[in-house]
């Protein structure tokens, strides 16, 4: 079993950088950031798969938002600039032990949650 512990949310004007963080405890091969807003489904973001190195995202961040990671710490960074009144949500952390998802932003399709950081953007 996987832990998944996500921090550095908060609260930000429009235009304004976060830099959420999300470690986890054991070997995991793919990780994503998803988002929830309420009333809405959960949404990928962003995600990146360790063994290649390859990282993709949703359009509506493409651009603004960086997914990154750190092996030596074993944590994923999303980089949040340019924020939008519309990126406020809960931001989760996700992963799972295969080397490749081909529907990276299908929250099924991930073993491993973490418990959510929220993000809030005003205007």
């Known amino acids: 079993q996987v832990q998944l512990a996500e921090s550095g949310g908060g609260s930000v004007q429009a235009g304004g950088s976060l830099r959420l963080s999300c470690v986890a405890s054991g070997s995991v091969n793919c990780m994503g950031w998803f988002r929830q807003a309420p009333g809405k489904e959960r949404e990928g973001v962003a995600h990146?798969?360790?063994?290649?190195?390859?990282?993709y995202y949703a359009d509506s961040v493409k651009g603004r938002f960086i997914i990154s990671r750190d092996n030596a710490k074993n944590t994923v960074y999303l980089q949040m600039n340019s924020l939008k009144p519309e990126d406020t949500a809960m931001y989760y952390c996700?992963?799972?032990?295969?080397?490749?998802?081909?529907?990276?932003?299908?929250?099924?399709?991930?073993?491993?949650w973490g418990q959510g950081t929220q993000v809030t953007v005003s205007s």
């Open positions: 996700a992963a799972d032990r295969r080397a490749f998802i081909a529907t990276m932003f299908d929250p099924g399709e991930y073993n491993y």
């Open positions: 990146l798969n360790i063994g290649g190195g390859g990282t």
